[in-house]
């Protein structure tokens, strides 16, 4: 059965997050809290914690996973930042928007679905930043549901769709934003929006 550990918005629980950190470190499942909806969390660096995910979400494993960081420097040790993605970054991250960069060979093969590409962000989010803080390297960052399915807001709506794949989730309340953040390929000149959420196209043209 699922443990589920309440954690406070503004001065998260830092044992109930270290406890999270030990359980991704160990290639388990975590459901997580970001502002825009709940994330399902392992070890990006694992092929083993990610296949998990694959199966959790039940998704096809040609479809890629994005990773969550906690900093511009964490994000130079697992992809390939262009000048033009560090500008994005700095002006965007923390927040709710995806970039997909070059990925290094130290993340997990599987997240890439055989493209060499992965899709970076930074949560908003102080329990997620906490969370990467612990376990010291990317997680993955997909939302915590099945595939094709809504995107939880809440972790009762994420466990309701995954929970049985599950081995601990973090309950900080209702996410803020409640939809998937923007998602944009910077692989490509000029840059592509795949998916347009809380950040425009305009915004990310300006920056």
Do not use: W
Not at 120 to 138: E, Q, S, T
């Amino acid at each position: 059965m699922v443990k589920i550990l309440e954690v406070g918005q503004g001065a998260p629980s830092l044992k109930a997050i270290a406890e999270a950190a030990a359980t991704i470190r160990a290639g388990g499942l975590v459901v997580y809290p970001t502002e825009t909806v709940y994330g399902l969390g392992t070890d990006a660096c694992s092929d083993e914690a990610v296949a998990k995910v694959f199966t959790a979400k039940v998704r096809p494993i040609e479809d890629p996973i994005s990773v969550a960081v906690n900093s511009l420097e964490m994000a130079r040790q697992f992809t390939q930042l262009t000048p033009k993605a560090e500008v994005i970054f700095k002006k965007f991250l923390p927040g709710p928007l995806t970039v997909i960069l070059e990925a290094k060979p130290s993340i997990s093969k599987l997240l890439t679905a055989g493209t060499g590409k992965v899709g970076v962000r930074v949560p908003d989010h102080p329990v997620a930043l906490k969370l990467l803080d612990f376990v010291g390297g990317p997680i993955t960052s997909t939302s915590a549901n099945i595939t094709g399915k809504p995107a939880p807001t809440t972790v009762r709506e994420a466990l309701d769709q995954i929970g049985k794949s599950v081995d601990l989730a973090l309950d900080a309340g209702k996410c803020k934003l409640g939809v998937p953040s923007t998602v944009v390929d910077l692989t490509k000149e000029p840059f592509e929006v795949l998916r347009e959420g809380p950040i425009t196209k305009e915004e990310i043209l300006s920056g």
